[in-house]
């Protein structure tokens, strides 16, 4: 079983970049300091917003199959390994479940630490936090018309069972199918495989194991988790060509080459 936009212009981004952190030709610049916490959120209600206007992100709803259909074999399947994995109730991949339930905060990101093979460290990664969590944000937009369309209900409120976190009425409301945990999680390692190559296959397994984490919590069927990892690739590919991204993108490879520099100096 397998289970905001700051109005930044992206020259005056690489102006700012070269003469605070030195990048190759502007050698002798001072590093920057660590970004104060007041740079960040805290979760939901002050996330920031994402890099793409409503009216260029792709529509979720216009490229996605629709979930598969009540008694076919797929939803069959779904709801077998739905019922298979209540049985991991107290196990370690059940608190892994929980713990990948974490998706809102600058921290969050944080579960991919071994397989960067660092700490992932908001104050020292300013602009990678902003990144990841701004990514978030354009989830929602392109995701919503499909939650919102499909309005497929969760494996629990068809099925009571145990699930890894107690459900809220809004999760029991909302729609099942994409998912959007394995969908930012398979975006977050896409980018973050492109910024450190050499990690690629521990982080894109990471990215794999976020979403089936919503199959074995049992807040999603297999099935939506594979069609948000559709829709974390769409968003990624969208958004390397949103020249806003691009340059926060430059910052941020950067500020992580920089903290897996420093990881390495200390050993």
Known sequence: MHITSYGRHPAAVAFIYCLFIGLAGCAGAPASPPAPSSLFWTGFRDHPHGYLAKSGAPNAAAFLPPPPADDSPRALDDLAVYRATRALEGTPRWAQARADNEIETPSAPRVFDDALGIRFDPENMPTLTRLLGRMLGDLETIQTPAKRGFTRPRPF???????????????????????????????????????????????????????????????????????????????????????????????????????????????
């Open 157 to 267: 409120v068809t099925e009571p069972g145990a699930t890894c976190i107690a459900p809220e009425s809004w999760l029991a409301a909302s729609g099942s199918y994409p998912s959007g945990h394995a969908a930012l999680g398979w975006a977050w390692a896409l980018v973050l495989t492109e910024m450190a190559p050499d990690r690629a296959d521990a982080l894109l397994a990471r990215g794999l194991a976020y979403g089936e984490s919503r199959a074995v919590c049992g807040v999603h069927y297999s099935s939506d988790v594979e069609a948000g990892r559709i829709v974390g690739a769409a968003l990624v590919a969208r958004l390397k060509a949103d020249p806003e991204f691009q340059a926060d993108f430059l910052i941020a490879s950067q500020e992580l080459a920089q903290a897996r520099q420093a990881h390495r100096q200390t050993r």
